[in-house]
């Protein structure tokens, strides 16, 4: 592969890191530039890459912050996310991804304005609904398959249960682990995964530690507002991101 495609790689993966373990938020954008350096004609393949760099940040962040989970928050999650990943599996196959990027992007933007609406009038019993649940699983399922687009969901989720920072990233950790590595089976099986892929994720993957150690030192430094507010910033900056570079 080019070294412009390796530049583009290894910064994916520390932004991958430090979405991992301390700014959620930058890791679709990462994901995006190594989507954008591959050839139109190998977006798949772009994405089936990614997919280990995106496993490697995921083990990073469950080992140091494996005891801050929050199970609660996720049992509920996974049967809804098993029924967003089968139509997002078949609209990948059949529908442009110019329509798909653009309709997740609308999506999260709305759920943060939802967000922010919900903090305005103080509806706190909003985020422990089962329609909130139900429609964050089905959503992450099949933006995660589209994508890897479920990072800007969950964030809007997990801010508003109200977690600490911590909790907040120890959750998010373990539910996306869980999720990438189900997916692995599905690239595979579609060609997305190769033996040149994998030859390349194993230079750049890498770097996703050391992005994942500039998160933590990041996340030791901010006060638990500033964090709610740039993982909510950086999703709507993620979002917007989507957006235009379909429309590009």
Not at 58 to 83: C, E, G, Q, T
Not at 85 to 101: E, F, Q, T
Not at 120 to 143: I, K, M, Q
Not at 228 to 239: E, I, Q, R, T, Y
Request: charged share 10%; glycine share 10%; net charge positive.
């Amino acid at each position: 592969m080019p070294t412009s495609v390796y530049i583009a790689g290894i910064t994916a993966a520390i932004l991958v890191g430090l979405s991992k373990a301390g700014l959620p938020g930058v890791g679709l954008p990462g994901v995006l530039l190594l989507v954008i350096a591959f050839p139109p004609e190998q977006a798949g393949l772009a994405v089936g890459t990614v997919l280990p760099i995106l496993i490697v940040g995921d083990i990073f962040a469950v080992l140091w912050f494996r005891h801050h989970a929050r199970w609660n928050r996720l049992w509920w999650l996974f049967p809804f996310v098993l029924v967003g990943m089968l139509p997002g599996w078949l609209v990948l196959r059949y529908v442009p991804d110019v329509v798909l990027r653009i309709l997740i992007g609308v999506v999260v933007l709305g759920l943060i304005v939802g967000e922010y609406a919900r903090r305005r009038y103080s509806e706190r019993h909003v985020p422990h609904t089962w329609s909130l649940t139900g429609l964050t699983g089905a959503l992450s399922g099949f933006c995660t398959i589209i994508a890897h687009a479920a990072g800007p969901v969950m964030t809007v989720y997990l801010v508003s249960q109200g977690l600490p920072k911590r909790q907040f990233i120890g959750t998010a950790a373990w539910f996306f682990f869980i999720l990438n590595v189900t997916k692995v089976p599905l690239y595979f099986a579609s060609g997305d995964i190769t033996a040149e892929t994998l030859r390349f994720d194993m230079v750049v993957a890498p770097f996703a530690i050391v992005g994942g150690l500039l998160g933590v030192v990041i996340l030791s430094r901010i006060s638990q507002w500033l964090f709610d507010a740039l993982a909510l910033s950086l999703a709507a900056v993620a979002a917007l991101w989507l957006i235009a570079d379909s429309l590009m």
